[in-house]
């Protein structure tokens, strides 16, 4: 009753903590502005508004923190005490522009961003310096016939290493790294007078049942099989691993002639531990440095005394074709026939008449030395998990590259000739192109860049781009590295079946949406790659091997319009034609051309005799090769155009 009288009397008043009676210890809450007493409502308010504000910023680890670091050039939006000593009103130090160059950008940790994009550069450059070093060179067609050593061991005991030694030349990439090659890598050596091929395998680890190791093995297994020769390598400052016998026990049942190098042996006195892996039950272990050359020759003298002696090849001919020839067949086309009376359609066998046997043509090279018409090279670039090596083993029809989901499988180039009706393809494979802030490790950054090598050493580049997955802003940087450096192009569309393979319901399998129109599909592919509207477009399934007869006949039409050489009469007839008014081109980036002329093929080159030395406008080049185009065709290769002033004057 009492209380109900006290409530009566403090009316509103009850409900606040100071006047409600205490009865113990009361629960703490959050109070609100309107519980307090209004003097104390500002400082209330600020400590709330600081609360939110501490909630909004971002945490940082422990470990983070130690590693900030205090600026003191003034940019700091931090408070900074003013040291003791120093009068108040007294000028500040002038404000200097952080590290990183970007104006206005004055954050605490603007040093650290910089010194962390300066290390990566510098590792980028570091791995560029070693990617200058090693070579694209890959195996020659006429070296099929030599017999063959094959180089195995488990992973990081210098494989690599002993591989570039032996074939003189860094084409295999090599680092601290275990596992990084994971594919065959053939390579060509020259020892005393005697050739022979040589094969690199990845490491082999037989019990390990993981997908990449196990297909790193299965690869491993065919290149033993092949081989002649076995060269077994052991990291000789460590002790027997059971990889090592596990891989000792597989080659002694082989049969073949193995031969155990125990590496890593720099000096002479570590010579002797090399008798320690005799348990192996190898009769010939060679104690070896592959890093430093040490008993690289006793190696190979005894690696070369069990190989059989090579059949003598012969070699073709070689002869420059005239002008004449090269006019003729830029009309034709090349003549792969083999012998007198043979009949070449497209697509179709050889026929040749039994009757008469006529001699062998001579391999036909271009007289200015631009290309050999006997193989066409072809990289597969793509950014990674796009399908590309199994793109390889459907062309080559066997299980030349490792396939898995794992983005990155492919490290170093994979290739393989393919011959086709008296065409010969070597089709590069090579790792997949990622930006330089995807890629951590040494090994992925150098296949990157070794990628983009052998494509600038190839003819034609085939840009593999994920139907499910669309054109990505990746995949049109890819296609300018193969435009800029005048590679041919020709664009595969991968992964098709998935886009219209429909269930019972009519829609597709893996997303439920409706299937996809090719029509559609290549004018939306046409729109994001604008600059490569010369590049035919195929759209095939790897996996399922469908459509791929027509990447041979599109490398075979490519390659050979690559080639194509018009004469400086039919250009002269040609500009007549054009009417250049249509062309956008300001006025004063407007010039004459007196005549023109091709220059090269591969890419095909055109010089300009103009009336001015000024360099062309992007508008009137694009417009002066699509004219060149409807006219000469030059399908799927980029035209270079180079001007010269007819009545320039020459500076001393």
């Not at 600081?50 to 003034?74: C, F, Y």
């Not at 490290?411 to 000739?417: F, K, L, M, T, Y």
């Not at 996809?516 to 790659?529: F, G, I, M, P, S």
Request: overall charge positive.
């Amino acid at each position: 009753m009492a209380q109900r009288d006290d409530r009566k009397r403090l009316g509103k008043k009850h409900r606040q903590a100071s006047t409600r009676p205490k009865k113990g210890r009361a629960p703490k809450a959050t109070p609100t502005t309107g519980a307090v007493d209004p003097r104390k409502r500002k400082i209330l308010s600020t400590k709330r508004a600081a609360a939110d504000a501490a909630s909004r910023v971002t945490k940082q680890s422990p470990e983070r923190e130690k590693r900030r670091a205090i600026r003191t050039d003034g940019g700091s939006s931090a408070h900074v005490k003013t040291p003791k000593g120093t009068a108040p009103n007294a000028p500040r130090a002038k404000q200097v522009r952080p590290v990183d160059g970007i104006v206005g950008r004055q954050t605490p940790r603007s040093e650290n961003v910089a010194g962390r994009e300066r290390l990566h550069e510098e590792d980028w450059r570091d791995v560029e310096l070693l990617a200058s070093q090693m070579v694209t060179d890959t195996e020659s067609v006429d070296a099929r016939e030599l017999p063959l050593i094959a180089v195995c061991g488990r992973p990081n005991v210098g494989k690599s290493t002993l591989f570039n030694r032996l074939t003189g030349s860094r084409r295999s990439i090599v680092g601290d790294e275990p596992g990084i090659t994971r594919d065959r890598i053939y390579g060509e050596l020259e020892w005393m007078g005697r050739e022979a091929r040589i094969v690199d395998t990845g490491g082999v680890v037989p019990d390990d049942e993981a997908l990449i190791p196990a297909e790193i093995f299965r690869q491993a297994k065919v290149g033993l099989e092949e081989a002649d020769a076995i060269v077994m390598v052991v990291d000789g400052r460590t002790e027997l691993a059971s990889p090592d016998l596990e891989l000792a026990r597989l080659l002694l049942r082989g049969g073949k002639p193995v031969f155990l190098a125990v590496n890593k042996m720099d000096t002479d006195s570590m010579n002797a531990g090399a008798e320690n892996f005799r348990r192996l039950g190898f009769r010939n272990v060679l104690p070896i440095s592959a890093e430093h050359g040490s008993g690289i020759g006793d190696l190979l003298d005894a690696v070369f005394d069990v190989l059989p002696e090579p059949t003598e090849l012969i070699e073709e001919p070689e002869v420059m074709l005239t002008e004449m020839d090269e006019a003729e067949e830029d009309e034709t086309g090349p003549d792969f026939s083999v012998a007198a009376g043979a009949s070449v359609s497209p697509g179709a066998a050889l026929v040749v008449e039994e009757e008469a046997e006529a001699p062998k043509r001579p391999r036909m090279l271009r007289s200015h030395g631009e290309y050999d018409s006997k193989e066409t090279k072809i990289a597969i670039i793509g950014r990674p998990n796009v399908g590309k090596s199994t793109l390889l083993n459907a062309l080559t029809g066997k299980e030349r590259a490792i396939v898995s989901p794992i983005a990155g499988t492919t490290r170093d180039a994979v290739d393989e000739v393919v011959e086709r009706d008296g065409h010969s393809f070597r089709f590069v494979d090579t790792a997949g192109i990622r930006r330089k802030g995807k890629t951590k490790l040494m090994a992925e950054k150098l296949s990157v860049i070794m990628a983009r090598k052998h494509l600038e050493a190839a003819d034609v580049s085939l840009l593999i781009i994920d139907a499910a997955e669309g054109v990505a802003a990746l995949d049109a940087n890819i296609g300018g590295y193969a435009h800029e450096s005048g590679r041919s192009v020709i664009i595969v569309i991968n992964k098709w079946d998935l886009m219209t393979r429909t269930g019972k319901d009519g829609m597709r399998l893996f997303d439920g949406k409706p299937p996809a129109d090719q029509k559609t599909y290549e004018q939306d592919v046409r729109d994001k790659l604008k600059y490569l509207d010369y590049a035919p477009l195929l759209f095939i399934s790897a996996a399922d091997g469908k459509n791929i007869e027509s990447v041979f006949k599109k490398v075979e039409l490519v390659a050979r319009e690559r080639r194509k050489r018009v004469t400086t009469g039919q250009m002269n007839k040609f500009l007549e034609k054009v009417d250049f008014q249509k062309a956008s081109v300001p006025m004063n980036k407007r010039v004459r051309i007196y005549y023109m002329t091709q220059a090269a093929v591969a890419p095909p080159t055109f010089v300009l005799f103009t009336d001015k030395d000024i360099k062309m406008h992007f508008s009137f080049e694009r417009f002066l090769g699509n004219q060149i185009r409807e006219n000469f065709g030059f399908i799927g290769s980029p035209i270079w155009f180079k001007i010269k002033a007819r009545n320039k004057k020459k500076t001393e």
